[in-house]
C-alpha cells in the first residue's frame, strides 16, 4: 500500500510543477535529495456533497489514511480536516473546503454549474487529485468569484490539484531553522508571504510555517487566456508535543493567512 501512496504523490507532484515551477529550483537550492521530505499537501474544494471533503478524502483513505482534525476559518468561510497515514513518513494532507451557501446568490449559481458539470466518474477515480480544471469557466466569472472569494476563484481556475507541497524542515541535513530558509530562498531572489509576518506560528503552538507567494501560470479561460497566480511551497517546522513526538496537527491562525499566498495583489 505503501508503493501505491507514493505513486499517487509522484503524480500529483507532477501536476503540481506544471504549474509552479519555481518549486523545482526551491528543491535544488534547499536539499540534498533523500532530504528532501514532504510534511504535507494541501487541496481546496466546495462544501458540497459531489465533491466536497469526504470525496477527496475517500481516495486517502483507501490508501490507509485516517481523519486527525478539523479546523473553521470563519473570515474566509472555510471549513477544513487534515489526515494521516498510520506510516509517518508519508505526508498529510490538508483538504479545506469553501461555505458555499454564505456566498451571494451570483456566486453560488456559477459554483453549482462548475460543479453540476463533473461527472461522477472522474470524481470516483484516485486521479481526480491531480486532474486540474474539468469544467469551462470565463474570465467574467473567474473575476466574479474573486469579488468575493479569492479561494473561489482559485479554485474554479486550477481545478482539482495540489494547491501547495511542504518542505519538512525537520528533515533538512543543511537547515535547522525557519529563519535560514527565508533568508536562503529571499536572497535567490523569491518573494515570501509576509501576512502576519514571514513566519506563522512558534514553538508554543508546536508549528513554525512559511511559504512564497504563488507563482503565475496560464489559464486558458472560454473568453480569454490569462496569467494568474497558481500554487505556492511552503515551509514547516514541527516542535515535540507532550508525548515526545512531533506535533503533527495544524494551527487555524497560521494557516489562515497561508491561504493568502495565492492572492492577486500579493
Given at each position: ?14 501536476n ?5 515551477p ?9 536539499g540534498?535529495?533523500?532530504d528532501?521530505?514532504?510534511d504535507h499537501v ?18 486517502l483513505?483507501?490508501?490507509?489514511y485516517k481523519?486527525?482534525?478539523?479546523y473553521?476559518f470563519?473570515?474566509?468561510k ?6 494521516e ?8 494532507v490538508?483538504i479545506s ?34 486532474s486540474g480544471k474539468?469544467?469551462?469557466l ?12 479569492e ?6 481556475a486550477?481545478?482539482y ?12 541535513a543543511?537547515?535547522?531553522h ?19 509576518g ?7 503552538v ?5 511559504s512564497?507567494?504563488?507563482d503565475?501560470?496560464?489559464v486558458?479561460f472560454?473568453?480569454?487566456?490569462v ?20 506535533y ?9 493567512k497561508?491561504?493568502?499566498?495565492t492572492?492577486v495583489?500579493?
Amino acid at each position: 500500500m505503501k508503493t501505491q501512496v507514493i505513486e499517487l504523490f509522484k503524480n500529483i507532484w507532477q501536476n503540481y510543477l506544471e504549474v509552479t515551477p519555481s518549486a523545482e529550483k526551491i528543491h535544488q537550492l534547499l536539499g540534498t535529495g533523500s532530504d528532501l521530505i514532504n510534511d504535507h499537501v494541501a487541496y481546496r474544494t466546495f462544501n458540497i456533497e459531489k465533491v466536497g471533503i469526504a470525496k477527496l478524502a475517500q481516495h486517502l483513505i483507501a490508501l490507509g489514511y485516517k481523519e486527525c482534525g478539523e479546523y473553521h476559518f470563519e473570515a474566509k468561510k472555510l471549513y477544513a480536516k487534515h489526515f494521516e497515514h498510520s506510516d509517518s513518513t508519508l505526508p498529510k494532507v490538508f483538504i479545506s473546503e469553501l461555505l458555499v451557501e454564505e456566498f451571494s446568490p451570483e456566486v453560488q449559481k456559477i459554483i453549482h454549474h462548475l460543479v453540476d458539470s463533473l461527472d461522477e466518474s472522474v470524481i470516483a477515480d484516485p486521479s481526480f487529485l491531480f486532474s486540474g480544471k474539468k469544467w469551462p469557466l470565463s474570465y467574467v466569472d473567474y473575476q466574479t468569484l474573486l469579488a468575493e472569494s479569492e479561494y473561489a476563484a482559485w479554485l474554479a481556475a486550477w481545478g482539482y490539484r495540489a494547491n501547495h507541497f511542504t518542505v519538512s524542515i525537520n528533515h533538512l541535513a543543511n537547515y535547522d531553522h525557519l529563519e535560514d530558509i527565508n533568508i536562503t530562498l529571499k536572497s535567490a531572489g523569491f518573494t515570501l508571504n509576509s501576512t502576519g509576518g514571514e513566519i506563522k506560528g512558534n514553538s508554543e503552538v508546536k508549528l513554525e510555517q512559511s511559504s512564497t507567494i504563488a507563482d503565475k501560470a496560464t489559464v486558458e479561460f472560454s473568453d480569454e487566456t490569462v496569467a494568474i497566480p497558481s500554487c505556492f511551497y511552503e515551509f514547516a517546522k514541527r516542535y515535540p508535543a507532550e508525548n515526545g513526538e512531533l506535533y503533527s496537527g495544524f494551527v487555524a491562525a497560521s494557516a489562515d493567512k497561508i491561504f493568502e499566498s495565492t492572492n492577486v495583489a500579493a
